[in-house]
């Protein structure tokens, strides 16, 4: 079991061995959890180069 991750832990609850000794990777449900599998990124695309219309991205809504 050395060096080895949890698996099925537990939400808030810390598996055998007490805070810092159970596994190598994030607690289950910890706030750093999501973004160890993934990578954030901006993506952005030219519209009227794909034909869009570009009215619909200037839509305000009227009151």
Do not use: H, W
């Not at 080895?4 to 990777?25: C, H, I, W």
Request: net charge negative.
């Amino acid at each position: 079991y050395i060096n080895r991750d949890m698996v099925g832990a537990v939400v808030g609850v810390q598996p055998f061995g007490g805070e810092g000794l159970s596994g190598t990777g994030c607690k289950a449900g910890g706030p750093n959890y999501l973004s160890q599998f993934v990578n954030e990124q901006v993506v952005s695309k030219n519209t009227v180069a794909f034909g869009g219309n570009t009215e619909l991205l200037n839509l305000q809504s009227e009151e």
